[in-house]
């Protein structure tokens, strides 16, 4: 019941959130196309060496924008690396723990620890699925620049 809920959310989120990102490139296309036209037709005689310099800040604004977007998803990566691994981690140890005890005759015990593991094992989706949904919406974020490049 958890983990399938978890999986319907995570689409349902990666859905809107890729919906939003095409919906907001063609809103900042039109914009900057408009702002340079704009630009190079309203202002007389240095109109269009403005529009070419407006454009020049759009695409080191790009540069910018993914240099961050790397960064983050490099601290992304390092701040769910530890979690996940120690998550991962008490599983393995319950479940040793587990056998071992179900060696010993006490099954009650181990149907305990047996339990733990497997409620850590959806604590473990939940976070992998979290960081999953932080490292799409920081893709999408970036992409959607790169995409708003390609169409001017």
Do not use: H, W
């Not at 056998?99 to 620890?113: F, K, P, T, W």
């Not at 976070?127 to 708003?148: E, H, Y």
């Amino acid at each position: 019941m958890g983990t399938a809920s978890l999986g319907i959310f995570l689409t349902l989120f990666v859905g809107f959130l890729g919906m939003q990102g095409i919906a907001g490139v063609v809103v900042d296309s039109v914009t900057l196309k408009t702002a340079k036209f704009m630009t190079g037709t309203f202002v007389p005689v240095v109109g269009k060496m403005m529009a070419d310099a407006l454009e020049v800040i759009v695409g080191t604004s790009l540069l910018l924008k993914n240099a961050v977007g790397l960064i983050g998803i490099i601290i992304l990566l390092v701040l769910c690396a530890f979690p996940v691994i120690k998550i991962i981690s008490l599983v393995i140890i319950y479940r040793l723990a587990a056998a071992l005890v179900q060696l010993i005759g006490e099954s009650g015990v181990s149907d305990a620890l047996q339990t733990m593991g497997n409620a850590l094992t959806l604590v473990f989706a939940a976070v992998a699925g979290v960081g999953l949904m932080f490292f799409i919406a920081i893709s999408v974020v970036v992409g959607m620049g790169n995409f708003n490049v390609m169409l001017r």
